[in-house]
């Protein structure tokens, strides 16, 4: 047995299912804000096109995908990003993946030099996965804390010399699962930088970039900062994009990965042998999905009627901004996070997570502490009809 498998945490909800056991609520009608499934229609043109390529299934795929898929790609991140023309090489700076979980967890074993030093830094709170990547990868995961007085952002200034000189990946998460915070263009540049001083990647975690609520204020990413500050060839920068948000089809299990070529020359060999290639038909239809913007502007302006709605109900009790983007609240509780989530589920048949399952205790504090995340995924009618129950959970306090 591989020691390191005794690391890994239990998931965020094999911990919420045990502290929901002895509870019985006390009204009827679950409502579950606790997982971040996208629950809005996919989108019928994407469906359709599943159902009549569905013969592809008689081939394999290749690995590195198809031209057509990675052509899309390129040419959607060109747009999305206002990236120079021809930046970005179809055949040399994306590689399709199987939904970002998959290719964030195996991104670390393929370039985390083993040894004893070998230090994977991520934010904390943080996408679970990043942990056990580290973990699986024979590093040491090192934490930064992502804290409300720093509006929920990374502090890079903080983090130690002698961390940056062991750094050998640093998973950033932006828009932020949880807080929804997005890192500003110029604060990708400095960690470019920094990458360059110290030689490290940056695996940048975009997933959520296509959920904002201002049509004008679109995230930036990881690849524009870095032609914004001359690394043409995107050296160390590695972005991880899905569209499994930004399309409603997490069942399809389509994402890429896209950058620095040296470093996807090397994920692609690795990915031969780990066998992870999408689907023939996944791939035509992921093709429609990344050249259509329609259904994704029609996504968000459902999230920005909802978010409205629901900030409006709970506004008058307790403390609650619009997120900067992605499709989670972050909420500062008034009570501690575990007894929040328990006893909103007893008193009003509400589940949310606790902060403290999505984050470790570092430098002496928890940043996920006095936290819950409430994924607003489900019908604005229902998200309303939670808020409402939350609303009154917290009157009655
Ligand atoms: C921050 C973050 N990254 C990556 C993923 C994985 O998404 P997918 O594998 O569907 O692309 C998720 C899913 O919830 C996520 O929250």
Redesign the pocket.
Known sequence: MNPDLQKLQPYPFEKLKALKENCTPEVEGHIALSI?EPKHAAPAFVLDTISSNLNEINRYPLTQGNVELRTAIANWLTKRFKLADRALDPEQHILPVT???EA?FSFAQCFTNRNDDALILMPNPF?QIYEGAAFLSGATPCFYNTVKENNYLPDFDAIDEADWQRCQIIYI?TPG?PTGSVISKSQLIELIKLSQKYNFIIAS?E??SEIYFDENKAPAGLLEAAEACGNNDFKNCVVFH?L?KRSNL?GMRS?FVAGDAQLLKSYLLYRTYQGCAMPPVHQIASVEAWNDEQHVKQNRKLYVEKFAAVIDMLRPVIDITLPDAGFYLWLNTPVDDETFARDLYQQQNVTVLPGSYLSREDAGINPGKNHVRLALVAPLDECLNAAQRIKQYLINL
């Open positions: 971040g939904g970002t979980r964030l996408y998460c699962n975690d997933c959520y899905s499994s997490p994402g």
